[in-house]
């Protein structure tokens, strides 16, 4: 017969096919034109077993198996050290607590040539941990936050602590609770602005602060979004402010981050004020938010307790007076302190690119007073004060503590939550911008390892997102949402995330990557729109976040996959074979490890290599049928499947589960 035409029938390529052949045991010529007759059926046959098994080993790479030396290997590693995605060799060293140089020589054995200060990734850290006895665990996302505030917190308080000559100054106040409990509108009334017409929906996206003069008395407020996919912004406002109001509807009462909220306030020992609005609605019901209160231990002053509560109504204006002179009678009992001298420190509590302007960042000045002109240094962004502004978007030359205000000059767009400090020493700014070079390596890196994901996360189908958004805070809270949509069988992947209007470049990349691109308070540039058409690319726009998640969690559940995890039970050698039919065969073995039972899957391997896979339908021991065999004994097994066991093949005994 004609190669070709041989090539047609089996539906492969001839050349492939001619290359293949050898490797089948085939003595047939890379330029071969015609193939003898009788070996048609056989090449035939084997050309359809080769396809099998290929299909065969592509679908094994989407199982996991657990085996039995994995099993005992994870009680041998009983000392746990957890990393983030990379880390330091001698940061690396401490945490094993071991001699450096003991690290070292294990490094150099794998062959990992460094120095003490080079950054090793989180898989390479696992091989050398697990060769020195440890198992290494990946430290979340959520923890290096935590560790990185707490850093944060611990670094401005020491600043503050170690001042001299502290004066009196105004209060920072977080105004927290539930979705449109009424939070902005009371933020309205004291500024007698309207922020909230601005907001998409009414609803607040940005974590915004704004000064007041009550009394001729100054105090700062924090407004933070209600919604339950911003509970890292509140969570931050919470911890930059000296007293917090607690919006509650009179009319819906106490709702899940109206829990929250509290919690948090309880967490940080923030003293608070429950200031149950919207009391002029028919239907409002303040002694049933009240009730709801004492069941969970917040007893009303009023009910012989000790927690403040204040009815209002932020519509009216009504009883706001009294709220904020309680707000200041708190203040005046905390002794708030700082010192206007000395140089300034802050907290970062929103930035954002702009287009025209560069890095926008919005700083809480907690202590000292911020001047245009200034050197600051921002976690590991370093610039000069070019300009200041107000909530009102003036310019000041000054911000003395407790005035939040934004600046412009930063080198890049600093994270949220860091800490500012200005710097007038040139040693200092000149040590501060490298270790600045050294933690942007870092952070990078860990980015990378961050999008890229672990090996076995790859073999996970993955949404891919590009998010453009307005700000950071809006960033990090859409991040942390679709995080949590994350199953076992399906991930969201955010292979790009930025600030600012959607370009062409957003285009071409969510092209090649085939990714959904996300713009969140963004707008899209003409020429993008232009090409999104040709290039048939979807943007999807959002100014709420609920409407976000709505739609990405749809994609999401089309693109699970089906996961086979196998938990090895024990292997069986074959010792004889009894009975050999189409479909199925009877042998006889030794169990060499672990347990055999019925009705289980068997993965068939020669001399190391995969053969096969089938079930073990019957199991006998002493000629009587059985449901299980341990190590040691002997069995007869009638096994299903296609007849290619042989003689010392070892039977790998698998419990499988598909979800």
């Given amino acids: 017969m004609n190669v070709t035409e041989l090539a047609r029938k089996l539906k492969v390529p001839t050349k492939e096919l001619l290359e293949k052949l050898p490797e089948l045991g085939f003595d047939i010529g890379k330029k071969a034109i015609k193939i003898d007759s009788r070996l048609i059926d056989k090449i035939t046959k084997s050309w359809v077993d080769h396809k099998r098994k290929e299909r065969m080993i592509a679908d094994e790479e989407k199982v996991t198996e657990v085996r039995l030396d994995d099993q005992q290997e994870e009680k041998k590693l009983e000392k746990t050290v957890a990393i983030p995605y990379s880390i330091i060799v001698r940061e690396f060293a401490e945490k094993l607590n071991l001699p450096v140089n003991k690290l070292m020589v294990e490094l150099m054995k794998n062959g990992i040539m460094g120095n003490l200060n080079q950054a090793i990734d989180f898989d390479t850290a696992t091989i050398i941990g697990e060769d020195l006895g440890y198992k290494v665990t990946k430290i979340t996302d959520k923890e290096i936050e935590e560790k990185t505030s707490a850093r944060q917190e611990q670094k401005l308080k020491d600043i503050i602590d170690n001042q001299k000559n502290k004066a009196t100054r105004p209060p920072v106040v977080v105004v927290m609770g539930h979705v449109d409990h009424g939070?902005?509108?009371?933020?309205?009334?004291?500024?007698?602005?309207?922020?909230?017409?601005?907001?998409?929906?009414?609803?607040?996206?940005?974590?915004?602060?704004?000064?007041?003069?009550?009394?001729d008395r100054l105090i700062t407020f924090l407004d933070t979004p209600g919604h339950e996919a911003f509970k890292t912004m509140r969570s931050r406002g919470s911890k930059i402010a000296d007293v917090a109001i607690i919006v509650v509807a009179a009319d819906d009462g106490l709702q899940p981050q109206t829990i929250e909220v509290i919690t948090l306030c309880q967490k940080e020992n923030l003293p608070f004020i429950i200031a149950i609005n919207k009391i002029d609605k028919d239907n409002a019901d303040p002694e049933r938010v009240k009730k709801e209160l004492s069941d969970i231990n917040l007893v009303p002053e009023d009910w012989g307790g000790k927690t403040v509560c204040m009815l209002i109504s932020a519509k009216q204006k009504k009883n706001l007076a009294e709220l904020l002179e309680m707000v200041l009678l708190i203040a005046d009992m905390e002794e708030l302190k700082s010192n206007p001298d000395a140089l300034a420190a802050g907290t970062i509590i929103e930035a954002h690119k702009d287009r025209n302007e560069g890095p926008v960042a919005t700083?809480?000045?907690?202590?000292?007073?911020?001047?245009?002109?200034?050197?600051?240094?921002?976690?590991?962004?370093?610039?000069?004060?070019?300009?200041?502004?107000?909530?009102?978007?003036?310019?000041?030359t000054a911000a003395p503590p407790a005035k939040p205000v934004k600046i412009l000059g930063l080198k890049e767009t600093p994270a949220v939550g860091d800490v500012l400090e200005a710097i007038d020493d040139p040693k200092l700014l000149k040590q501060r911008m490298k270790d600045s070079k050294r933690n942007r390596t870092t952070a990078n890196s860990h980015d990378s390892f961050a999008d890229q994901g672990s090996d076995d996360e790859n073999a996970i189908p993955t949404l891919p997102i590009i998010l453009k958004a307005d700000v950071v805070g809006s960033q990090e809270a859409i991040i942390e949402s679709l995080m949590k949509l994350n199953t076992a069988k399906a991930q969201v992947k955010i292979i790009k995330r930025g600030l600012g209007n959607i370009?062409?470049?957003?285009?071409?990349?969510?092209?090649?990557?085939?990714?959904?691109?996300?713009?969140?308070?963004?707008?899209?540039?003409?020429?993008?729109?232009?090409?999104?058409?040709?290039?048939?690319?979807?943007?999807?726009?959002?100014?709420?976040?609920?409407?976000?998640?709505?739609?990405?969690?749809?994609?999401?559940?089309?693109?699970?996959?089906?996961?086979?995890?196998?938990?090895?039970?024990?292997?069986?050698?074959?010792?004889?074979?009894?009975?050999?039919?189409?479909?199925?065969?009877?042998?006889?073995?030794?169990?060499?490890?672990?347990?055999?039972?019925?009705?289980?899957?068997?993965?068939?391997?020669?001399?190391?290599?995969?053969?096969?896979?089938?079930?073990?339908?019957?199991?006998?021991?002493?000629?009587?049928?059985?449901?299980?065999?341990?190590?040691?004994?002997?069995?007869?097994?009638?096994?299903?499947?296609?007849?290619?066991?042989?003689?010392?093949?070892?039977?790998?005994?698998?419990?499988?589960?598909?979800?």
């Fill in 183 to 215: 939070k902005t509108k009371l933020l309205d009334a004291f500024r007698e602005t309207n922020v909230i017409d601005t907001e998409s929906g009414g609803i607040t996206q940005h974590i915004g602060a704004y000064q007041a003069k009550i009394k």
């Fill in 363 to 396: 700083v809480l000045v907690q202590t000292g007073t911020l001047r245009v002109g200034d050197t600051i240094a921002v976690g590991t962004v370093t610039g000069k004060i070019k300009a200041m502004r107000d909530e009102f978007n003036k310019e000041v």
């Fill in 503 to 659: 370009t062409e470049n957003d285009i071409l990349e969510a092209q090649a990557a085939k990714a959904m691109l996300i713009g969140f308070h963004v707008k899209t540039a003409k020429s993008a729109e232009t090409l999104a058409m040709e290039s048939d690319v979807t943007i999807h726009s959002y100014e709420i976040i609920y409407k976000l998640l709505e739609d990405v969690a749809p994609a999401l559940n089309k693109i699970k996959a089906q996961e086979t995890l196998r938990v090895q039970l024990g292997e069986l050698k074959v010792l004889a074979i009894f009975k050999s039919d189409k479909h199925s065969m009877i042998i006889g073995g030794e169990i060499i490890k672990g347990k055999v039972q019925a009705d289980k899957a068997i993965k068939i391997t020669r001399d190391g290599e995969f053969v096969d896979l089938g079930t073990i339908k019957e199991l006998q021991c002493n000629k009587e049928i059985v449901t299980e065999a341990v190590e040691g004994q002997q069995c007869g097994i009638t096994y299903q499947g296609r007849p290619v066991i042989q003689v010392d093949d070892i039977l790998e005994v698998y419990q499988e589960t598909t979800e």
